[in-house]
């Protein structure tokens, strides 16, 4: 590996991470209500407590941001990187800075909307195969985290069986770990439902 080849590494990678960094829902949940989103409801930085604690319409925002901020530096990688493999670093690095900001005291969110963002960048079909594996897991399971888990672990194999290949896997790989290593925390967690916010239904996941 050349030193030019290694700069655009580390220079998209930082990219990635730095994008992935951006706390959208600390910051838009400060800015509605005045509070930390991860004071409260599941203590992550994600769009589903954003809409517990400041409403439907900030938490959709907080999606489509969350969602960018991994299509962007995945897209800008595979337009303008001079090697494949560069792509997943920075779409995976997107992931680690959404659950470890740097701008948010490394206590951020849990990967599943930067992750999906990142995928769309270079397969978008294999974003909907992953999405509904998830809400199969989610159905059988009754458990977001544990679902999501599992989900995790297999996204890179489901991905190869159903055909895929190349930087579509390895995002796939990379991006499942991190969201696994995120929602192993509340492996134990007791979910409410969000809209209700009481005990009713378990398929409320953060992302």
């Not at 991470?17 to 994600?46: E, N, Q």
């Not at 400041?54 to 991994?70: H, M, T």
């Not at 920075?90 to 948010?104: D, I, R, S, T, Y």
Request: hydrophobic share 60%; with cysteine.
């Amino acid at each position: 590996m050349n030193a030019a080849l290694l700069g655009y590494a580390v220079g998209f990678g930082l990219l990635g991470y730095l994008s992935g960094s951006l706390p959208f829902a600390v910051w838009i949940t400060r800015l509605v209500k005045g509070v930390d989103v991860r004071d409260s409801g599941s203590g992550h930085a994600t769009t589903t407590n954003t809409i517990r604690q400041a409403g439907f319409l900030p938490g959709v925002v907080v999606l489509i941001l969350d969602v960018a901020k991994g299509f962007l530096p995945a897209w800008l990688a595979l337009t303008f990187a001079p090697a494949v493999w560069i792509v997943p670093i920075a779409a995976v690095l997107a992931v680690v800075g959404h659950c470890w900001p740097v701008f948010a005291g490394f206590q951020g969110g849990m990967g599943l909307a930067t992750a999906a963002g990142a995928m769309l960048a270079v397969a978008p079909l294999a974003v909907a195969i992953c999405l509904g594996f998830l809400i199969v897991l989610l159905l059988i399971l009754h458990h977001s985290a544990r679902a999501t888990v599992i989900a995790g672990v297999l996204f890179s194999p489901l991905l190869w069986l159903a055909g895929f290949r190349g930087q579509v896997i390895w995002i796939a790989l990379g991006a499942g770990l991190v969201i696994t290593s995120r929602f192993l925390l509340d492996w134990n967690r007791q979910y409410r439902e969000l809209w209700l916010d009481r005990e009713k239904s378990n398929l409320t996941v953060d992302e």
